[in-house]
């Protein structure tokens, strides 16, 4: 029996992983880096450091810590122009009436996000207050796949690691939860995942799983 659940942001509770593939493709440009949908895949779940990296690998000269913090604040300043956009309307239904369902129930809700954006958008959402406990990447040192931000999120909420459920879209999200001895519910790419212990297709068989 599941007394919480920990919800990935980026994917899972918003589509936000559109805008960051277009900030991040508009800095690969701008520097003349190939950078596709695929590429973006592994970006998934990553902290925006280490997502600059890994577009980097494709670069053709060096880049200097200094020119790489520039590279990922560009980055953030296209994306965060589209967060500034988004309004309560981009909460799908299906997503608010899940929350609102659980939370009924009694299950105690969270979010562990690596995103430093996380109070920006749960704010755009209307989700400000929501949540009992947000642990994102401005509390943790290890972004997923490391379990340091569900382990955080289970620790605050004062819950087992095993009462609690956790929603991931992404792989590494997925390897971060399993590594810390969670139950995971898998959706998109992350329902695909070895190591998803539930896999679904719609969100709202997470109601279901809970009330089982
Ligand atoms: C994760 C996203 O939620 O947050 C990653 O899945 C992103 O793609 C990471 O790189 C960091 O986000 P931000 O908002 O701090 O740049
Ligand atoms: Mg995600």
Redesign the pocket.
């Known amino acids: 029996n599941k007394k919480a659940v920990i919800f ?4 899972v509770i918003c589509s936000t ?1 559109k805008y ?1 593939y277009i900030a991040w493709k508009a800095m690969a440009d701008s520097i003349q880096v190939y950078f596709d949908e695929n590429i973006n895949h592994r ?6 450091m280490e ?1 600059l990296e890994i577009i980097l690998e494709r670069a053709k000269r060096e880049f200097t810590e200094e020119e790489k913090i520039q590279l990922t604040e560009k980055k ?1 300043q296209i ?1 965060q122009k589209m967060l500034n956009q988004m309004s309560e309307s981009d909460l799908s239904g299906e997503v608010w009436n899940t929350l609102k369902r659980l939370k009924e129930s009694g299950i105690l809700l969270a979010i562990g ?5 996380t109070k920006l958008i749960l704010e755009r959402l209307g989700l400000k207050d929501f949540f009992d406990i947000v642990i994102d ?1 401005n509390d943790i040192s290890n972004s997923k796949p490391d379990p340091e931000v569900f382990l955080k999120a289970a620790d605050s909420l004062g819950v087992p690691v095993e009462e609690c459920l956790v929603v991931e879209d ?1 792989n590494a999200g997925i390897q971060a939860a399993y590594a810390g001895g969670f139950q995971t519910v898998g959706v998109q790419e992350a329902a695909g995942n070895e190591h998803t212990t539930f896999p679904v297709k719609h969100f709202d068989e997470i109601i279901k799983l809970i009330e089982a």
């Not at 990935?8 to 994917?11: F, K, N, R």
């Not at 970006?43 to 925006?48: D, T």
């Not at 996000?113 to 954006?117: G, H, R």
């Open positions: 990935d942001l980026d994917g992983d960051h970006l998934r779940g990553v902290s925006r997502s953030n994306y996000s690596s995103s430093k954006n990447g992404a």
